[in-house]
Structure formats: structure tokens, C-alpha cells
């Protein structure tokens, strides 16, 4: 563990990464700052730039790099050094996943993005980007988020969760955690 701020407590710090979990009444008052300001200055010099995603409860994730302009998605990927890409959460799953050779990403992990598998969308995407990265050198982590006792579902979504997470579903409650890991070890992560 490392530091902790007025609104941050760091999950992870390393020489090759540093994993922040920020937490606030109200998360939008993070949305409000998107782009305008580092929520780390003050406390981690080296984070130059806060980097938010437009969540739109989907499985799309897009490499961010110095030409970026579309940030409507769940997932980003990066390479770019002193960059903390954010995600912000209620109760979707907030997943971290970096790679021994630089590589990071940031994904809003809710129903959607679970049900479609957005770890592999991302995996795979990077796999595209940096032909050299393996499954092996990634690490995943698994912010806080909803857990099953406390995620109800029901009508269209509960007949298909039956259908194709069963395995995930204890009466008419969903893990998407247990889903995600699911899908981490099927990736060998």
C-alpha cells in the first residue's frame, strides 16, 4: 500500500505502476473536472495528466495516445508515460489491467461491458496495437464494485443471464466479478 489523499488511497504503487482508487459523496463531481484538472496534483508529481472516458455502458475500448479526440467508450489503452487513465463507478466494475511491457488500460466493466466480454475486446485490441504483449504479462485488477448479494435482476436480462451465465446467477442475483474472473482465466490472465 501507498499513499492515501483527502480523496484517493492507492491500491498499488510499484516502479512500474501505480493503481488509485478515488472515492467522493458523489462521483460526478470527478465528471465535472474531466479535462480540467489532474486529481493528483499535490500528492503524485509524477501523474501529469487524468485522462476520463465519456462511459457509455458498452464493451468499446480505444488506444489513447497523443492524437485522441473520441472519448466515448468504456475501455482505454495506453502506453503513454505519467498518464492516469480513470474510470468512474457505482456499481459497474472498475478493471485495471497492465502489462510487464507498459502497456495499461482502464475499463468500466458494468452488465454490458461484462456480458460483451469487454476484458477480451481490450486484450485483444492490444494485442493488434503491440504484437508482443502476452496474456502471461498481464496483471488484472478489480476495483470495487456491486457484489452478487446486492445485484437483482430481472425480465429480459435475467432470462438471458439463465441462458448464457448461469454459471454467474444464483437465484436472480448476478456476479460480475466471478463473470470477469471467468473470462481474466480463460484469457490465461
Known amino acids: 500500500m501507498g499513499r492515501s489523499g483527502e480523496n484517493f488511497l492507492s491500491i498499488l504503487e510499484n516502479d512500474k505502476i501505480s493503481v488509485f482508487c ?51 467508450c468504456d475501455g482505454l489503452i495506453s502506453t503513454l508515460k505519467n498518464t492516469a487513465l480513470c474510470v468512474l463507478s457505482a456499481d459497474c466494475l472498475p478493471l485495471l489491467l497492465w502489462n510487464e511491457s507498459g502497456i495499461i488500460a482502464a475499463l468500466h466493466s458494468g452488465r454490458k461491458g461484462s456480458f460483451g466480454n469487454i476484458l477480451k475486446n481490450c486484450v485483444d485490441k492490444i494485442h493488434s496495437l503491440y504484437p508482443h504483449s502476452y496474456n502471461h504479462d498481464f496483471h488484472l485488477f478489480i476495483a470495487a464494485g456491486i457484489c ?30 466471478a463473470l470477469v474472473k471467468a473470462q481474466a482465466k480463460e484469457l490465461g490472465i
Open 148 to 177: 452478487a448479494k446486492n445485484y437483482e435482476i430481472d425480465g429480459e436480462v435475467l432470462e438471458f443471464a439463465r441462458k448464457n451465465y448461469k454459471d454467474f446467477l444464483e437465484d436472480k442475483k448476478l456476479d460480475l466479478k
Open 22 to 72: 478515488a472515492y467522493d459523496k458523489d462521483y460526478n463531481s470527478y465528471r465535472a473536472k474531466v479535462h480540467q484538472q489532474n486529481l493528483f496534483k499535490g500528492h503524485c508529481e509524477y501523474i501529469k495528466e487524468c485522462v476520463f472516458m465519456d462511459q457509455i455502458h458498452s464493451n468499446k475500448v480505444l488506444n489513447y495516445d497523443e492524437n485522441f479526440n473520441d472519448f466515448s
